[in-house]
């Protein structure tokens, strides 16, 4: 089956710093998809990249939807602490396959 | 614009009973995704379904395990005789279209004692 593979798994960053992290897989998807879970909520969805190449921004985040279609990075620039949480990628291709999420800590 | 929602919020369960979780999903949405997400883990596809029909099942259980979707009313998850792995967060997730985004509810949170 289809595999992403997400990284890093966890970082720990001072607030203002910026934050990058990505997904890679096998596999091509036709959509990637950035979202971000709380604790104790569901995802909620971020950025949603839909062509290769694509290159969108929302807020202080960038998200770029790789030319091979097998992978994609998300940016986070000048964190604050309301950033902290879980950030999953999804790749679409009939069905969705998830990342294990990277988990930001945010020092103030 | 209510979006997706899920409940119970939390569910407790002795072992060897059963587990009703329900999902509504966002007005105009016909596709229903359930999720299950470990503790410190990512989420894992369960099952996808349309309106009375399971169209992909390949991530649920082969025991224990069911959904639907009726014509009328939430989508159900079921898990008959829980067992302790079986507590998790349970997620479902809607979307308009067979490849559209999937919007997720907040979750039910399982656990068996």
């Known amino acids: 089956g289809q595999q992403l593979n997400q990284s890093p798994q966890s970082m720990f960053i001072q607030e203002g710093e910026d934050v990058s992290m990505n997904c890679t897989s096998s596999s091509i998807f036709n959509t990637w998809l950035w979202y971000k879970q709380d604790p104790g909520e569901g995802p909620v969805l971020l950025i949603a990249?839909?062509?290769?190449?694509e290159l969108t921004s929302n807020g202080r985040l960038t998200a770029q939807f790789g030319i091979t279609r097998k992978d994609s990075f998300l940016n986070i620039s000048a964190s604050i602490p309301s950033d902290v949480g879980i950030y999953f990628c999804?790749?679409?291709?009939?069905?969705?396959?998830f990342g294990d999420g990277t988990t930001l800590t945010v020092k103030p | 614009n209510a979006g997706v929602m899920q409940n119970p919020r939390h569910l407790v369960r002795r072992r060897g009973q059963e587990a009703r979780l329900r999902c509504s999903p966002m007005k105009g949405h016909s596709h229903v995704y359930w999720y299950r997400q470990l503790p410190e883990e990512g989420l894992k596809f369960m099952v996808y379904?349309?309106?009375?029909?399971?169209?992909?099942e390949s991530g649920m259980p082969k025991e224990r395990f069911s959904a639907e979707f009726p014509k009328e009313g939430p989508s159900i998850l079921r898990i008959q005789q829980v067992v302790r792995g079986d507590s998790a967060a349970y997620f479902c997730a809607s979307s308009g279209q067979a490849v559209d985004t999937q919007y997720f509810g907040p979750g039910t949170r399982l656990t068996v004692l």
């Open positions: 990249l839909y062509k290769a190449g």
């Open positions: 379904l349309q309106k009375e029909n399971i169209i992909d």
């Open positions: 999804a790749g679409e291709a009939g069905k969705s396959t």
